[in-house]
């Protein structure tokens, strides 16, 4: 048999690369390296800026020529450092040696020997990875989970006024409205978006155990941990003045926390969509050329959110990992974060591909009023909360002398199934005053549906 060509392992790298490939500009190797290149960079420019140890602050031009090597890193650069790990062993150490020599190549030897200066890995590493993951969650991740909770919004809008059985413990239940019960997926997810949006990024830049120790050894009047907050906040990231030798990664569990949070709503709504499509509440709407099954013509599978169900799990489960793991560091340092961190992109993949696969679920369906409508003709017991909930109001207002109401309607309605005229003719013999009576005859399983259309309405206005 003969070898293959080199194979992506992973399906997010082969089957579904197209979409979720906009997270490797943040999450890949290569996006890591940039980022650590960056921090590298703008740690020159500072301490120059601040003619630490005899230097001038850079030109403007030299100093846009520096950024250039992170704002123009590309396959010459991924090469290079690929070419130098390789010797090294150490992934930071290469970038490190990448800065100095393009340091040579635009005349800034002068200032090479601060290249690093006082860093420990994992000061640039902190960064790097804060850097990375607030722009792959700002940039990629949260316009796909905006983009759901929209299209979920427009549907909920849409269909507010469409009653519906509801199915408590998958029983026939007061009815609702589909709106009202989108609606709720709607109210949930944002909680968890306005969470996630106000997520902090934290990184350290306090040398090899937290204590700047280096940096006093070689400049003892200077206030370290001022110029190390300056240098962080610039980046846009939040200070972490306590440290041990890595930042301790608790905001990564807190977001990875949140991020799972809403994949497990998202995931009970693709399992709501699911059921609603097998009842035939939804109309799934043919993609020209797709095929839904391979052997039954008729069949249009609803694989969008049955992929998006297992991706949610995938998703969750790695970052249920990610953040099990990185929330301990034994005494000041060990290494298990290092390749649990290499792994932030596949959760991040998978979890941005169920969102794709959600977007495109929800626009491919259409919802079936008559079903839903047959569905509640038949169901015409659920009207007993009802009429037992206005037989107590009459009771307790004198104009009714019924003993029990609750369970004179579990009498008619338990296990049996009981039509319009059989409600009616209850109805007409009870002991009730005569504006209830109305009250009751007039309602129908989809008029029973309270305030669900004026809640949808005022709660998820644009």
Not at 9 to 25: F, H, I, M, N, Q
Not at 124 to 140: E, F, G, H, M, Q
Not at 258 to 266: D, N, Q, S, T
């Amino acid at each position: 048999m003969t070898a293959l060509p080199t194979q992506p392992l992973s399906p997010l790298d082969g089957r579904y690369k197209a979409a979720v490939s906009p997270l490797g500009e943040y999450l890949s190797e290569a996006g890591l390296n940039r980022a650590r290149v960056e921090v590298e960079v703008e740690w020159l420019i500072t301490l120059t800026n601040h003619s630490l140890f005899g230097t001038t602050p850079l030109s403007q031009d030299e100093k846009h020529q520096l950024r250039a090597l992170y704002i123009a890193f590309g396959q010459a650069e991924i090469d290079w450092l690929a070419e130098r790990e390789a010797v090294t062993r150490h992934d930071v150490k290469a970038v490190e040696y990448l800065v100095r020599d393009r340091l040579s190549g635009l005349g800034l030897d002068r200032i090479a020997e601060l290249t690093h200066f006082g860093c420990t890995s994992e000061d640039i590493n902190s960064l790097a990875y804060a850097l990375t993951v607030k722009r792959a969650v700002n940039d990629v991740w949260l316009p796909a989970y905006r983009g759901v909770i929209q299209r979920l919004r427009e549907l909920a809008l849409e269909h507010a006024d469409a009653p519906m059985l509801s199915r408590t413990h998958g029983q026939p239940a007061t009815p609702t409205t589909m709106g009202k019960e989108l609606g709720v997926f709607v109210w949930r997810l944002e909680r968890v978006l306005a969470q996630i949006e106000g997520s902090e990024y934290l990184g350290k830049f306090s040398g090899a155990t937290g204590t700047w120790s280096a940096h006093l050894a070689a400049a003892p009047l200077v206030a370290w941990p001022n110029l190390a907050r300056e240098f962080v906040e610039a980046l846009g990231l939040t200070f972490n003045p306590l440290t041990t030798q890595i930042e301790s990664h608790d905001w990564q569990v807190e977001l990875y926390d949140r991020v799972r949070h809403a994949g497990g709503i998202l995931h009970n709504l693709a399992t709501d969509i699911w059921t609603y499509i097998s009842l035939g509440y939804f109309a799934q709407i043919p993609v020209a050329g797709a095929t839904g099954s391979s052997t039954m013509p008729h069949k249009i599978n609803p694989i969008r959110f049955e992929n998006a169900e297992a991706n949610l799990e995938l998703a969750g489960a790695l970052l249920a990992s990610l953040g099990q793991t990185l929330v301990t560091s034994r005494l000041q340092r060990d290494l298990t974060d290092s390749t649990t961190q290499r792994n932030i992109g596949v959760a991040f993949g998978h979890s941005l591909l169920a969102l794709d696969n959600l977007t495109r679920g929800l626009g491919e369906i259409s919802l079936s009023r008559d079903v839903l409508l047959a569905d509640l003709d038949h169901n015409w017991e659920v009207l007993g909360e009802a009429i037992q909930t206005v037989v107590r109001a009459e009771v307790t207002a004198g104009r009714s002398t019924i003993q029990d109401p609750y369970a004179l309607l579990k009498e008619l309605t338990r296990g049996r199934r009981v039509g319009a005229d059989d409600l009616a003719e209850f109805v007409k013999g009870l002991e009730i005053g005569d504006e209830a009576k109305q009250r009751l005859l007039d309602l129908t399983p989809a008029t029973y549906t309270g305030l669900a259309e004026k809640l949808t309405r005022a709660k998820l206005k644009p």
